[in-house]
């Protein structure tokens, strides 16, 4: 048996592994030539009550509302009033002032860790700003724009950051992974796509109770490997759940490029085709078709016609974190020859090109928005930095494990006073 | 001589006429319970709808309570465990199946990274109130994949409840004390004992519930607490530490034997009653501990380690531990490798000489 095989096996050609490179590396020159970038407002839109089969040529196509005049164009034009856009330009100025301000403090060494979403912007607030306050955002680590396109108070979320006396979280989370139900924003987990399954189960969850709220997840186009992705889409597909998957493929995990994840073959939209579920694709640098996408999305989840995937195109402008160097593994002029542009540069043209807007207003919204955040860290640090004393107290390191304390946590709490005394006394 | 601790528990067990059910009937009759007297409780799993169960746990609970309330899922723990969890976010009480504990592996990151952390991690602004059932344990013929007693990775878990109960009666009140917690619960059902007190001896036949002690369950609602274990059987030669099939090999041991052993029916092992644990080690200065699992990193080795910290100047004998062996549980050997009768005999034949 074995011999007649390998005679077999001499005219046979050798079998190769195929290990994805993305097209980029330190030092290359850039040529985005192979993206397909189509005109703006060319993207049919379908009733967001149609069979999810009229979505198809949608996952691959990519909705484009503001063009390369400044205007916003076709179906997908969600018609925003310039208070809202004006609304939305400044939350994404504000999280990118947040996120350099936040960045510096991590320098500082007044906590340990910070993620910038520079580029990205406009995948969550524009998106948020497409949902209703009720709705409940599952968020991935790089959501902070959800948050502040809810008005939630950035002083709670640098303490959070800092992990002092003042963060509610009781200083147990790493930096940016927020929890914040008074604005319907679920706790965030540091394992991937885990918020996925449990927004399927929420969504789920008021469907059988017969509430109108819906469940929106984001996720990172890497995470989108992860089995919970799959377990997610199923069960949502099964049930119609009330549910709209975020993927923010911003075309870097860490340093694994999107080919890791399986973006060589399709997009991540397509995704949705394999389910029976809506599927559109984006450009996630354009607020007005993140708006518009979301919106859909959230009508069609609302009026009982399922969940949707919707892959947000767009571009990590910066590192993965602040423990992230992006120039040993992908080259420097991809940030500058990003074909879909800044999200934040995007609407500003567009609301000026409306005259509803200028550059003069918008320089002096950033200083605005600088000032605003510089008073609220300092607000911050009084309530403490990272590792320099003002925390929280020990015994609540015990709380929280269970409802109430057992026998054994009661114990260690005890113990962990004790050594206090030793290791710091006043 | 078992014995059910009705006066400890918080309902008052003497009045609610009892009858004589197996454990499956008994969880049977807690899922209906709770699913009447709470609307934010469902049922999920797979097969558990129409069909009512694999093991008929669920039987007639769709037809009466409705496809929202009860209904079956695809084939994905993760989704079933994640799922659960998103819906005890919204506020539900979902209490999911899983077919066979040796299945909850795919589940396990969103039970161990998940639900055991979302109350401390949103310092409780969020919670998972989820009962996961799952039938746990060999001695059916199941082969390794379908015998093993996963407890000891979700005791070493901080945020989870892990609970196994030794007959209808508990099985019933434990079960709607867990789906009452605002804790997850883990809640492994010993599928040996489902039809009957299996006693470890295999090569006789198995007895019926009915006429068994803990087979006297009590109509309505009523609940046993997390928390506090059972003294199965009092006596002063040695203390036994055992929860599920292995609490009636142990009985039907020291029946056999005429050991004078008191059996101490843990019931939760997260929460630990380290109180039942320490007054009857102290009591009876020796100390045997015994589950189905794995020997190595199992529960018992916590329990040993706990005796011995507390209990050392009342020890006259080192803790012995009687468990499965290190190696996965084989199909045809499945009563080699049983921790029964033969193998707690020794152990208590040497603690007592010692």
């Known amino acids: 048996m074995a011999k007649v095989d390998a005679e077999a096996g001499g005219n046979r050609p050798r079998l190769s592994l195929h290990v994805p490179e993305p097209r980029f590396r330190p030092g290359d020159t850039v040529d985005f030539a192979h993206l397909q970038v189509p005109e703006a407002g060319a993207q049919p839109r379908p009733d967001e009550a149609c069979p999810a089969a009229e979505t198809n040529p949608l996952c691959t196509d990519l909705i484009r509302v503001l063009g390369s005049d400044n205007q916003a164009h076709g179906p997908w034009n969600p018609n925003l009033t310039p208070d809202k856009l004006r609304l939305i330009l400044r939350q994404m100025a504000l999280v990118r002032a947040f996120d350099a301000r936040m960045y510096r403090a991590q320098r500082q060494g007044k906590t340990s860790f910070y993620l910038k979403c520079v580029g990205e912007e406009a995948t969550s607030v524009a998106a948020t700003h497409g949902l209703d306050f009720e709705d409940m955002i599952f968020p991935s680590y790089r959501q902070q724009g959800c948050l502040i396109a809810r008005d939630y108070p950035l002083l709670e979320m640098v303490n959070q950051i800092y992990s002092n006396r003042a963060d509610k979280l009781k200083g147990r989370q790493l930096p940016i992974l927020y929890s914040a139900r008074s604005v319907n924003f679920f706790t965030i987990s540091g394992n991937l796509a885990t918020q996925l399954p449990q927004a399927t189960g929420f969504a789920m969850a008021s469907a059988i109770k017969g509430d109108s709220r819906i469940a929106a997840a984001w996720v990172g186009e890497g995470s989108t490997a992860e089995g919970d992705f799959h377990s997610a889409l199923t069960f949502a597909a099964v049930y119609n759940a009330p549910a709209i998957f975020n993927v923010v493929n911003n075309q870097w995990a860490i340093s694994s490029f999107s080919g890791f994840a399986g973006s060589e073959r399709t997009s991540f939209a397509a995704r949705a085709i394999g389910y029976g579920i809506a599927g559109l694709r984006v450009d996630g640098n354009d607020p007005l078709a993140v708006y518009a996408a979301e919106r859909w999305a959230a009508d069609r989840a609302r009026s009982n016609n399922g969940p949707t995937l919707i892959e947000f195109f767009t571009y990590r402008a910066e590192g993965h974190s602040t423990s992230d160097d992006p120039t040993v593994y992908r080259s420097a002029e991809e940030r500058e020859e990003w074909p879909l542009g800044d999200p934040i540069a995007r609407l500003r043209d567009h609301l000026i090109a409306l005259g509803e807007w200028s550059e003069d207003q918008h320089a002096e919204m950033d200083r ?47 113990q962990a006073i004790r050594e206090r005394k030793i290791k710091w006394p006043d | 001589m078992a014995r059910l601790d009705a006066d400890e528990d918080p309902v008052s067990l003497s009045e609610a006429p009892a009858r004589d059910l197996n454990m499956i009937e008994a969880i049977n009759e807690a899922l209906g319970i709770m699913l009447e007297r709470d609307p934010d409780v469902i049922l999920m799993g797979e097969d558990i709808g129409f069909f009512g169960g694999v093991f008929r746990a669920t039987a007639g609970l769709q037809q009466k309570y409705g496809k929202t309330r009860v209904f079956d899922t695809p084939i994905s723990e993760c989704g079933i465990i994640g799922v659960a969890v998103g819906m005890g976010a919204y506020g539900l009480r979902p209490v999911p199946e899983i077919q066979f504990a040796d299945y909850i592996y795919p589940g396990l990151d969103q039970l161990i990274s998940e639900a055991a952390r979302l109350r401390y991690r949103s310092a409780a602004e969020f919670i998972a109130p989820l009962t996961v059932r799952s039938p746990f344990g060999g001695g059916i013929f199941g082969g390794q994949t379908h015998s093993q007693s996963p407890e000891a990775l979700f005791t070493h878990v901080a945020g989870l409840k892990t609970v196994v109960p030794s007959t209808p009666h508990d099985a019933k009140g434990l079960l709607i004390a867990a789906i009452e917690d605002n804790d997850p619960v883990i809640f492994f059902e010993p599928k040996r004992i489902y039809n009957g007190p299996f006693d470890g001896y295999y090569d006789r036949p198995t007895k019926p519930w009915k006429g068994h002690p803990g087979a006297k369950v009590p109509e309505g609602y009523y609940t046993i607490p997390l928390g506090k274990a059972r003294v199965a059987r009092e006596g002063e030669a040695l203390t036994i530490l055992a929860y599920g099939t292995m609490v009636h090999v142990a009985e039907g041991v020291c029946r056999e034997k005429g050991v004078d052993a008191e059996i101490i029916d843990l019931r939760t092992l997260v929460p630990l009653d380290i109180e039942a644990v320490e007054n009857s080690v102290r009591k009876t200065g020796r100390c045997l501990i015994a589950h189905e699992a794995t020997r190595t990193s199992g529960f018992g080795a916590e329990l040993s380690a706990l005796v011995t910290e507390r209990c050392f100047y009342h020890l006259e004998a080192p803790v012995e531990r009687v468990t499965g062996f290190d190696t996965p549980y084989p199909h045809s050997l499945e009563w080699a490798y049983f921790p029964g009768p033969v193998r707690m005999g020794e152990a208590i034949d040497k603690i007592l000489e010692a």
């Open chain 1, 368 to 414: 605005e928005l600088a000032e605003e955040v510089l008073r609220t860290t300092k607000e911050a640090e009084k309530n403490g930095i990272l590792g320099h004393g003002l925390h929280h107290p020990f015994h609540t390191m015990f709380e929280d494990v269970f409802e109430e304390l057992p026998w054994n946590l009661r114990e260690q709490s005890e």
